[in-house]
Nanobody
Framework: QVQLVESGGGSVQDGGSLSLSCTAS????????MGWFRQAPGKEREFVAA???????TAYADSVEGRFTILRHGEKSVSLEMTNLKPEDTAVYYC???????????????????????WGQGTQVTVSS
């Protein structure tokens, strides 16, 4: 059974920082790109950040560019370092795995949640003003 498990969510005040982790169990994801998405109540799941399986390319949503950093730690772990958090960042954060089929494919699919084949259970991030 392949699983992704997120951790590190919590509650912070406006301007605070949090670090989220996502760890894979069951097998490695060395040929998968990884991504972070978030979903606020009543809204669709939205792209936050993505990283290729070799960590040579990253991508960010405009809303988090310059504040969030996605990092890959070996074949089974990825983190999302979040700084200068804002109330609008409040959501459940999910990590997902996207089979890596080349650069062009990654560029086309990295922001599309339905392309990701494995998801974690999510971790809540709450930012208060």
């Amino acid at each position: 059974q392949v699983q992704l498990v997120e951790s590190g969510g919590g509650s912070v005040q406006d301007g605070g920082s949090l670090s989220l982790s996502c760890t894979a169990s069951g097998r490695s994801f060395s040929n998968y790109a990884m991504g972070w998405f978030r979903q606020a109540p009543g809204k669709e799941r939205e792209f936050v950040a993505a990283i290729t399986w070799r960590s040579d390319m990253t991508a960010y949503a405009d809303s988090v560019e310059g504040r969030f950093t996605i990092l890959r730690h070996g074949e089974k772990s990825v983190s999302l370092e979040m700084t200068n958090l804002k109330p609008e960042d409040t959501a459940v954060y999910y990590c997902g795995a996207l089979l890596y089929l080349g650069v062009r494919n990654w560029y086309e699919q990295r922001t599309q949640a339905h392309r990701y084949s494995v998801w974690g259970q999510g971790t809540q991030v709450t930012v208060s003003s």
